[in-house]
């Protein structure tokens, strides 16, 4: 039997395992992939895939996107790098909206008037969160969130290394780079985010899905049965169930392209049918081994390891490069205030979410569960008052 | 490099190429250090440098020459190190003229045979030093120069580190130190750069004059005592006909900025091959005999002359020892039959007549001289410029080994190659036998290969190949044993150097010879007295009276006191911040060459923050954080007799060990063969006059004129707007050279799956290219197609006051049915020109006309071909003049002649063949 | 598959582990929590260097019943410090995809397909063409009368994918045959 337990941020905070009770518990794993320094080798798709044993998913056409040619994270692609080319009045644009946030966030600039908690749903966007729609800007967290933390958080950049030491001391550096580049070209390394209210853990029927020790999510491959559930649950489109069409090799000698078993010896792919997704290389992890993509990343762009530290480098490495000018940068998945609690997998961005394909305001679909139940128990309450009054009042005709 | 403070990335895509070692960029770059890419087009290492400079191919002597003029005006020039550890104060022979003085050419030059003289480069010598009147050369070295060109320098990226230059006889050069005299290196150098100025870079590279001013500053900068500027290049320097000197522009620059032989300066190579440096210092080359001694031309008919064509006795440094290197290595071949009555064996070495490198064995294909070809882990049909060329050499072949994974194109042309598809070939008419042996990888065998910064690594063999797969070790292991074993009886001289051969190798039982025991051969060993048998430690152990042998003399030590030191695996290296206790450099084991510059004369390090090895007074020696790379002993102020010859000649302010003179040359009195210093030339192929010069191209470049292999007319001459773009080839990150590692593997070919061509959004409106829609691409020697990404990575530069067009183009992609991914050959676009010092060819500038749309499929492909070189007026001659104008008015009568007759001879008929 | 054991039931496992929710030790299958990486059961590893652009990157190889089932960066290697490009990151693939030829062949002339060989005969018969074709481009003498003593009738190219010893064997076996016409991509 499944209990479905309405996300509750509060109780669990940024450990997701608090509940789970593991005998031995470990800290939060994660990984913080900074795209500033990401040189789209794609060595960590090719790595993941090559530990993973998982089979090449391509019709070997170009995708008319840049240099990406494996468009997007699915069954097969657990590691994806998107390629965006960008002219400089989007740059500027990005650099601008990265600045708005660090000034909005900043207590002594706040438009007077704006509601607080305007104020601290911004903030979250600059020490760490998702970077929310206007809409937020404008004073409306989205609906369905836990309160903001308070005002504590907003003063991420005093723990900058070699920054600025107090917010407002950061608007006398100036941000402005010598020479704002006529063109760039932005590279991230997609992954699963291994949420901390995680949507496809959450609708799971069977127990196929389940938090590790390490705080991940993990998809078990002989306990799935294809259901489909969790692909609708996840709000970054991320999990998939792999099919069974798995592109050929154009040669002569057809064999299927993934084989472990050696030369000759064609192998059928594993798990046709079944969820799939980045296990955080769970199979790794239980014997302290990075995951693949990390270990393999020429440039550390993607860096593994307990997810508070990692944070707390991002949220650093931002600063830094605010205070060098670069005020594009900006995290995604550091508040663990947003639709998702945060996720396990944080990102330094260079422009707004969206420009790399990913959702501005991504919800666990089973966030409002528990105003739903409650407003159901409302309901059921009202249905077995109305029923037991129609007993009482029925009986007394 | 990660200790650099700045780094300048010019001809390297380095992120894309070489991911892994670019990690040391992006730890600079954390530290603070400016990363420059000067590139053509803006590729995945642009996007993370601080700033790209799009630059015109084939124009970067003229953006470094002007650095050079910036250095030298601005007074940024780094005066102690410049005056003590280079040539800058030593004066030129009065008969020098410079590339100024003659319109491009320097003194020396032969309209007929094409080449130099270099007599004239010659330093001045001292009054009454002796040392001959003329300086540098007799008639043997002059009458081989070209030749030796090669040899002095084998392949330009290796040089940098290989070969020691050529032998320099004055040893006591004129010098002054205040560096006034007119005819002083440093003075002629300042007056041949005067003209390289920014507005130059911007007319000629395309480059505003504010970004070079900010590229110069920001390199002047970061060099200096505190400070160090990196330079990183790969092949879009060296594939040039002047790529030699892209190299040596550089290095004069650096020597300015005195940042060679420091931390965090230097010119890093960038190499693409798991061995290439390996395959250069013990070379699978035609000139070269391991450790950069030189094949023996056909001049050098006794030991003797071959030993003073390398060096002379009493030149400084190592290569005085050259005579020991030989001795050893003609030991290690044919042990006792090598003995002093017979110059050591020197005549089972087959002699040179002249080039005869890849291009001109395939010459010999066609013209059906070379009748058997051995493949061994190379693609030509793919990787090799003008692969029409390559694979119709081959058809004319009567046998072909390939030896690979993968059934590669150059396996497979025979039946499904373009020739083929056109009808120039037909399957059943080809008579050539191909013989595929599945080769062993690299976990299924053990060795050592050499990376880029010189560093043997062996490998541990996993397990056993599979089927029947065979390593290259054992392949010809056995293939010796046999042609051995069938030639036992013979009394025939020409098979003695096979019989005396030392090959008798341990193996395994499966057949696979013992890695370590060649290794051993190569590191050397005792011959004679109570330590025979003995590993060597050093090849200053090495002796020519034959009692010593060794294979490869720059490799000696890697099993000194027999352990195989290419395995060390220390983890990280070691504690020493040159980790050098991982794997083993060559030589002797330094991780930094000419480390004692990295102290200034008086063997103090320059600066706290650059130091690297210093003298210690007490100790007497040099010490510091790497092997100095100096005789340990010598101080800095000592002036031995430079008549002593050889190391001992080092004074203590001599760093460059392998050079004649101990100093690094800012001027090249000998070696290279195309001018003393580097001149640009425009490449073969060009849409603008060369602007400095009224010389177009380098005039002693090896031009392959035959009707397969025409070149684009000079710009402005009739036909010259048939060809109007430039292009450019270039790897990707997800693939390897020609395919056969990477489009095979579904993980890689999915990521790169289609040959495509970059463009700007500018031109792809002039000529109507639709964004990933299909191109055809059209140059002097072939069409193909390609998807069409439109992308502002590529900007149109103008460049003199007109525009240029460069059209970018990976050349991963070959015609074939095998692999999982297929697409038409960049190269095949590529003609073949040759820079003359080390025949590599010009692969990165060339001529092309790009239209929307799939390429004409059979005999309307020669067609189309046909039609541009006719509307062009191509002829075998087009292009390929040596001095620009000598030929202009008889060039235009015999254009209309020849062209007709290629009309008259093309492939109309089928199965023809050339 | 153990014993069945009412207590594994995962509705027990929740309230015997106090995983309260039911979505984390109360659903591991057996298999899950007997996950070991394979690096860690292989057979071996053993070190090695990367074979595709000459960085040099350390690699390490773990074989598994003499089969390699993994190639991952060496993280004592002080070049790479455990970091591979995709190329090092695919060279699990390189070495077994299924499409890798482990076959001698032959392609007989004017054939229109290759044929299979054992690699005695086939040896055999390059060994046979090797000393004819350097017989037919044999030269004593140039024009001058100058010894060349070499044969332009036999050709190679390749060894920047080699080892140094292979290399090695190659230059001192054609040198010793008097064929000069060595080259590889250096020169490329």
């Given at each position: 039997m499944q209990r479905l337990t309405a996300p509750d941020a509060a109780a669990v905070g940024d450990n997701p395992t608090a509940d789970a009770h593991y005998e031995h518990p470990h800290a939060r794993k994660g990984f913080f992939t900074d795209t500033s320094i990401c040189i789209g080798c794609k060595a960590c798709e090719v790595a993941c895939k090559e530990w993973n044993r998982n089979p090449a998913d391509s019709d070997y056409e170009l995708s008319n996107s840049s240099f990406d040619n494996s468009e997007g994270l699915g069954a097969d692609t657990w590691r994806h790098v998107a390629f965006i080319e960008q002219d400089r009045s989007r740059i500027e644009a990005a650099r601008e909206s990265g600045r708005e946030l660090v000034s909005l966030g900043m207590p002594r600039i706040r438009p007077a008037g704006v509601p607080t908690t305007a104020g601290e749903a911004i903030t979250t966007a600059v020490t760490g969160g998702m970077t929310g729609p206007l809409s937020e800007v404008a004073g409306r967290p989205p609906s369905g969130l836990p309160p903001a933390p308070d005002l504590g958080e907003l003063d991420v950049l005093s723990s900058l290394g070699g920054g600025p030491t107090r917010p407002e001391d950061a608007r006398a550096v100036d941000t402005t780079p010598p020479d704002t580049p006529e063109f760039r070209w932005l590279m991230s390394s997609d992954v699963c985010k291994h949420c901390t209210n995680a949507g496809c853990l959450d609708v799971c029927p069977t127990g196929a899905l389940f938090r590790t020790e390490h705080g991940t999510v993990v998809v078990q491959d002989d306990v799935c049965n294809g259901c489909g559930t969790c692909v609708a649950g996840c709000p970054f489109g991320v999990i998939e169930r792999r099919k069974d069409g798995i592109a050929q090799p154009k040669t002569e000698r057809s064999a299927a392209p993934v084989t472990p078993t050696g030369p000759g010896k064609p192998e059928k792919a594993r798990n046709v049918g079944v969820a799939q997704k980045c296990t955080l290389c769970y199979d790794r992890l239980v014997d302290d081994q990075t995951p693949a993509c990390a270990q393999a990343c020429p440039t550390t762009s993607i860096k593994y390891g307990e997810r508070e530290d990692l944070v707390g480098g991002a949220r650093e490495r931002v600063a830094r490069l605010h205070a060098e000018g670069r005020t594009e940068a900006r995290l995604y998945g550091a508040n663990p205030n947003d639709g998702v609690g945060g996720t396990g997998s944080v990102f330094l961005l260079l422009d707004e979410p969206e420009v790399y394909g990913l959702p501005p305001d991504p919800r666990v679909p089973t966030a409002d569960l528990p105003r739903m139940y409650a407003r159901a128990g409302i309901a059921m309450a009202g249905m077995a008052a109305a029923s037991a009054l129609a007993f009482v009042l029925g009986g007394r005709r | 490099m990660a200790n650099a403070d700045c780094i300048v990335i010019q001809g390297s895509n380095m992120a894309e190429a070489h991911p892994v070692g670019f990690q040391w960029v992006t730890e600079a770059k954390a530290r603070g250090a400016k990363v420059f890419h000067v590139d053509p087009r803006f590729s995945r290492t642009s996007a993370v440098a601080d700033k790209h400079v799009p630059i015109r191919a084939g124009s970067d002597i003229v953006l470094l020459g002007a650095l050079i003029n910036y250095v030298l005006t601005q007074e940024k020039w780094f005066r102690e190190y410049v005056v003590a550890y280079t040539n800058a104060a030593t004066i030129v022979n009065e008969d020098f003229r410079d590339a100024e003085d003659l319109d491009g050419l320097f003194s020396g030059y032969d309209e007929e045979s094409g080449g130099y003289d270099m007599k004239s480069w010659a330093y001045e010598p001292e009054p009454g030093s002796g040392s001959g009147g003329a300086g540098v050369g007799n008639g043997a070295a002059e009458d081989s120069a070209r030749e030796d060109g090669a040899e002095a320098s084998t392949e330009a990226a290796g040089q940098q580190y290989g070969s020691g230059g050529p032998d320099v006889e004055t040893r006591l050069p004129r010098r002054d130190e205040t560096l006034q005299h007119p005819r002083t290196v440093f003075q002629i150098l300042k007056r041949h750069y005067a003209r390289y100025t920014p507005e130059m870079v911007r007319d000629a590279c395309g480059i505003s004059v504010a970004d070079f001013e900010e590229l110069a500053r920001t390199i002047t900068e970061n060099s200096g005592r505190e400070r160090t500027t990196c330079f990183a290049y790969a092949v879009g320097w060296t594939q040039h006909t002047v790529g030699a000197q892209y190299i040596r522009t550089a290095t004069i620059l650096q020597l300015l900025l005195g940042n060679m032989g420091r931390p965090g300066g230097g010119i890093m190579a960038l190499r693409g091959h798991a061995s290439i440096q390996g395959c250069t210092d013990i070379p699978t080359l035609f000139n070269l005999l391991p450790g950069y001694l030189p094949m023996p031309t056909v001049e050098k008919q006794d030991l003797g002359t071959y030993i003073e064509s390398i060096a002379s006795k009493k030149q400084k440094g190592y290569w005085a020892e050259a005579d020991a290197y030989t001795v050893s290595l003609l030991k290690a071949w044919w042990g006792e039959a090598a003995h002093a009555g017979n110059d050591y064996a020197y005549d089972y070495i087959p002699r040179l007549t002249g080039p005869h490198g890849t291009y001109q064995t395939v010459e010999g294909m066609i013209a059906g001289d070379v009748e058997g070809y051995f493949l061994l882990g190379q693609n030509p049909a793919v990787g090799s410029a003008n692969g029409r060329m390559q694979r119709m050499g081959m058809s004319h072949l009567k046998w072909l080994v390939v030896r690979d994974f993968q059934l590669i194109e150059s396996a497979t042309w025979w039946k499904d190659g373009p020739e083929i598809a056109t009808g120039e070939l037909r399957t059943e008419d080809i008579d050539t036998e191909v013989f595929f042996f599945p080769a062993a990888n690299h976990v299924e065998k053990a060795g050592t290969f050499t990376q880029t910064q010189r560093l043997l690594q062996w490998r541990h063999q996993a397990v056993a190949p599979p089927g029947d797969a065979q390593s290259e070790l054992q392949f010809f292991h056995e293939l010796g044993k046999r042609i051995r074993a069938r030639l036992a009886d013979s009394t025939d001289p020409r098979d003695r150097p096979l019989l005396d051969l030392t090959w008798d190798y341990p193996e395994d039982e499966h057949g696979e010879p013992d890695g370590e025991a060649i290794l051993r051969e190569i590191n050397g060993h005792q011959l004679t007295g109570p330590d025979a048998g003995t590993l060597l430690s050093s090849y200053t152990q090495m002796k020519a009276d034959g009692s010593t042998a060794g294979g490869c003399w720059i490799y000696t030590g890697v099993f000194a006191d027999g352990i195989n030191h290419a395995a060390d695996r220390t983890p990280g290296g070691g504690d020493g911040p040159q980790t050098e206790e991982w794997g083993w450099a060559w030589p002797s084991n330094r991780r930094i060459l000419y480390n004692r510059a990295s102290a200034d004369p008086q063997g103090r390090p320059w600066s706290e923050r650059k130091k690297l090895v210093w003298w210690d007074e007490d100790q007497g020696k040099w010490v510091g954080n790497d092997v100095p790379d100096f005789p340990v002993d010598r101080a800095p102020g000592s002036a031995p007799d430079p008549s002593l010859g050889g190391a001992a000649a080092l004074a203590g302010d001599d760093p460059f060990i392998m050079q004649a003179d101990g100093k690094g040359w800012l001027f090249a009195p000998k070696g290279m063969v195309d001018g003393p210093l580097p001149t640009h030339y425009e490449p073969q192929e060009s849409p603008v006059r060369n602007p400095l010069y009224r010389q177009q191209h380098n005039p002693t470049r090896v031009t392959l004129p035959r009707k397969d292999n025409l070149s684009a007319p000079e710009p402005g001459a009739p036909g010259s707007d048939v060809y109007p773009f430039v292009f450019t080839t270039y790897r990707l990150t997800e693939h390897h050279t020609a395919g056969g590692m990477s489009r095979w593997l579904p993980y890689l070919a999915e990521l790169q799956p289609e040959m495509f061509c970059e463009v700007s959004p500018e031109l792809a409106a002039e000529r109507g290219l639709e964004p990933y829609g299909w191109a055809t691409l059209i140059s002097p020697r072939a069409a193909i197609e390609a998807k069409v990404?439109?992308?502002?990575r590529m900007r149109p530069l103008r460049v003199g006051g007109q525009t240029v067009h460069q059209i970018g183009l990976p050349y991963h992609w070959g015609v074939g049915n095998d692999a999982v991914v297929t697409g038409d050959s960049a190269n095949d676009l590529l003609g073949i020109t040759l820079d003359p010092n080390v025949l590599i060819q010009g692969s990165k500038v060339g001529a092309v006309d790009i239209r929307p749309g799939r390429r004409p499929r059979g005999r309307e492909l020669l067609r189309l071909v046909e039609d541009y070189q006719r509307r062009a007026h191509l002829t075998v001659d087009t292009g390929n003049e040596g001095v620009t104008g000598s030929h202009e008015e008889a060039g235009a009568e015999e254009a209309t002649d020849r062209s007709e007759r290629l009309d008259h001879e093309s492939t109309d008929q089928p199965g023809a063949e050339e | 598959m153990s014993r069945f054991s009412f207590l594994e039931w995962p509705v027990i496992r929740q309230f015997r582990t106090d995983d309260s929710s039911g979505r984390s030790s109360a659903v591991t299958s057996p298999t899950t929590r007997a996950i070991a990486p394979r690096t860690t059961t292989a057979d071996r590893s053993v070190q090695s260097v990367c074979p595709y652009c000459a960085v040099g990157c350390g690699q390490k190889v773990f074989v598994t019943d003499e089969r390699v089932v993994q190639i991952e960066g060496d993280p004592d290697s002080p070049i790479s410090r455990g970091r591979l490009c995709p190329k090092g990151s695919a060279s699990e693939q390189l070495v077994n995809t299924s499409n890798r030829q482990t076959k001698v062949l032959y392609r007989a002339p004017r054939a229109t397909e290759w044929q299979e060989m054992d690699v005695e005969t086939a040896t055999e018969m390059v060994v046979d063409r090797f000393l004819e074709s350097r017989r037919n481009g044999w030269q004593d003498l140039d024009e001058q009368g100058r010894r060349l003593a070499r044969t332009m009738g036999v050709a190679s190219l390749g060894g920047a994918t080699l080892d140094n010893e292979e290399n090695y064997l190659i230059k001192k076996l054609f040198t010793a045959a008097g064929a000069i016409q060595i080259e590889n991509q250096a020169r490329i």
């Open positions: - | 990404l439109v992308t502002e | -």
